[in-house]
């Protein structure tokens, strides 16, 4: 494990850090100065000589490390990587239940809830670590991107792992609502249940036939809309795109939705189309001081 930073986060989010192999383990003679590691080290398009010549690399001790400072190995390197432009997602972050153990927030549409990949700053985490004060801010389980509606956030790691037990042992109840088609030859409910896997690389999940039960959702009609059915979602389970894979089994795919049946070439900054899916309600005992707690989103849909 890496010391302690000795850089305060920035947008939110912690330090990068990178540390050279020990005595030996490839001979240094290839590195005579730390310039020469990084260079080695780092991807092309960084560019580490500007971010030596402005101090942006810095040792453990919080000195920056220096073009021509000589190699030494088993030495961490600390640095803020460069984040790119990311549009603005439209939509207010609400705050909705904020105490010492918990925030409970209810997100727009197309805001992703950790910073990954081409959503950075446009997540939930890093928006609100910087915005709160929360530098160990963390989400308790997941919601997709295109997902609106209700996430729960740990304030601190000490907390996490009570909360997450609750999640994996299914003691959290999750309500979902969905905008989808009619079928009047559905009948409803219906308790939908399968196997669903997701392979690495792929956008959609899939159905694998005749294998053990991984999944299961009840799905209810609540009312309509402008022609097409609000659905009340109940999953007990917590498969990857389940719900959406669900509802497209039954023959009403969600509207808007960007995958399923068919995946849509969508520019990263298109926001026009949000995914008629809403996280809803969230109901669970406080495994610290056994109070009932249950949240709802002030969103409804069409969203």
């Not at 603005?88 to 950790?114: C, M, N, Q, W, Y």
């Not at 801010?137 to 609750?166: C, I």
């Amino acid at each position: 494990m890496p010391p302690r930073s000795p850089l305060p986060p920035r947008h939110g989010l912690g330090a990068a850090w990178l540390r050279t192999p020990d005595r030996g383990l490839p001979t240094p003679d290839r590195w005579p100065t730390m310039g020469a590691w990084l260079r080695d080290r780092l991807p092309e398009r960084v560019d580490v000589a500007g971010m030596l010549a402005d101090e942006r690399f810095v040792y453990d001790t919080g000195r920056a490390v220096g073009e021509e400072h000589p190699y030494t190995p088993h030495t961490f390197v600390w640095f803020h990587r460069d984040l790119p432009d990311e549009a603005d997602v439209p939509g207010t972050l609400l705050v909705i239940h904020r105490d010492e153990r918990l925030v409970v927030v209810d997100k727009p549409a197309f805001l992703s809830s950790i910073p990954r990949g081409r959503h950075v700053r446009q997540s939930v985490v890093v928006r609100l670590r910087d915005e709160l004060g929360l530098p160990e801010l963390s989400p308790l389980h997941r919601l997709d991107r295109v997902t609106s509606g209700l996430l729960l956030l740990a304030t601190e790691r000490r907390w996490r792992g009570a909360y997450q037990t609750l999640l994996q042992e299914g003691a959290v109840r999750k309500t979902y609502r969905a905008l989808a088609p009619v079928r009047a030859d559905l009948e409803l409910p219906v308790v939908v249940s399968n196997h669903i896997t997701k392979r690495r690389g792929t956008w959609q999940a899939e159905v694998v036939p005749d294998a053990p039960v991984n999944a299961e959702t009840l799905v209810e009609l609540e009312s309509e809309i402008g022609g097409h059915g609000v659905y009340r979602l109940t999953p007990r389970t917590g498969r990857t795109h389940q719900l959406r894979l669900h509802l497209h089994g039954l023959g009403i795919p969600i509207v808007d939705d960007p995958l399923y049946p068919t995946v849509h070439d969508i520019a990263v900054d298109d926001f026009s189309h949000p995914l008629q899916l809403l996280a809803a309600e969230l109901e669970l005992t406080d495994p610290f001081d056994g109070t009932s707690r249950r949240f709802e989103s002030v969103r409804s849909l069409p969203l």
